[in-house]
């Protein structure tokens, strides 16, 4: 059984990760809606430059928002996303945290370096935060080719080209 996720305030998340310097890029859902897709989503997915001292500010912002591991038999594993030697392992981590679903996705397919990710990245929001850029966002999606994936390309696909027609 799926724990129901808690109320996603990324604007909490967000303040947090700028309060401690974090250098992040947000992927996923919420780029998709930053892309102009409206679709639910139910957590924030996000790659950091993998450097011990941005790991040092991730952790620390980790701790201020409760983070723990989320998933069936969680509590067993001996992991600590408040580690800034473990978040820097290249690991993918799926958190619960006091603000929502919070996925740490360095290891996510087709994610590139974040070196060029930030490059072509968007800031959204009056300059509030980073998204990937639509190119990086279709290739992650294109990637991991599960069905609201290849959905969320299809739309996306169509407002950037609104001359070609619906698939199907």
């Known amino acids: 059984m799926t724990a129901e996720p808690p109320r996603l305030d990324v604007d909490r998340i967000i303040a947090t990760f700028h309060r401690y310097g974090v250098d992040f890029v947000v992927i996923g859902g919420i780029a998709v809606l930053a892309h102009g897709h409206p679709r639910a989503t139910f957590d924030l997915d996000f790659v950091a430059e993998l450097t011990a001292e941005n790991m040092q500010r991730l952790a620390v912002a980790l701790e201020e928002l409760g983070a723990r591991i989320r998933g069936v038999d969680a509590a067993l594993l001996e992991v600590n996303p408040t580690d800034p030697a473990q978040l820097a392992s290249g690991a993918n981590w799926t958190l619960v945290t006091d603000a929502g679903w919070l996925d740490f996705m360095p290891g996510a397919e087709g994610v590139r370096d974040y070196a060029e990710i930030v490059a ?48 199907g």
């Open 120 to 167: 072509d990245a968007v800031t959204v929001r009056d300059g509030t935060f980073r998204v990937v850029g639509l190119d990086d966002l279709i290739r992650m999606k294109r990637t991991s080719g599960r069905d609201k994936d290849l959905d969320d390309i299809a739309a996306l696909t169509r407002r950037e080209h609104p001359e070609l027609p619906p698939p």
